[in-house]
């Protein structure tokens, strides 16, 4: 069954029943290849992801110019980023998706969806259990 949310940033530092679901998720994908495709604004990226583990940071580190988020979502794993039919390897084995503006999260068997005030985050698992370009 599809669950959906709204929630609000403002809610306080808790985890909110949704975010719960989408850990609850990703807590049944370990070792299983995520594609990941991130929509913000007019750019789109996508990632292949093969999760080792995943974490909720509550206070992440933002970067020298300001840009992150203190509660973050932590998907580490060995993955390569696509863009514009080129691969690169996934900087430190670890993608992270800011959740400080998190305004609602869909849970699906397969699929969730974060949505935040910058964009839409889109996470499926594979159809394939391998990642191109990380060791097996």
């Known amino acids: 069954m599809d669950k959906l949310w709204k929630t609000s940033a403002k809610e306080g530092a808790s985890m909110n029943p949704s975010l719960q679901d989408v850990t609850n998720w ?11 495709e991130k929509e ?11 999760l080792e583990r995943f974490d909720v940071s509550e206070h992440h580190n933002q ?9 973050c979502l ?9 863009t514009a039919g080129h691969e690169a390897p996934l900087p430190g084995d670890s ?35 391998d990642v191109p370009g990380t060791p097996q």
């Not at 913000?40 to 093969?50: A, K, N, P, S």
Request: no cysteine; net charge negative.
């Open 26 to 36: 990703f807590n049944g994908k370990s070792n299983h290849t995520l594609m990941i």
């Open 40 to 50: 913000e604004e007019r750019d789109r990226d996508r990632v292949q992801l093969r």
């Open 63 to 71: 970067s020298i110019d300001g840009y992150g988020d203190s509660r």
């Open 74 to 82: 932590l998907l580490h794993g060995p993955g390569v980023v696509i």
């Open 95 to 129: 993608f992270v998706i800011g959740l400080d503006d998190l305004t609602g999260t869909e849970v699906r068997e397969d699929q969730v969806v974060l949505l935040t005030e910058r964009g839409k985050y889109s996470i499926t698992t594979g159809a394939s259990p």
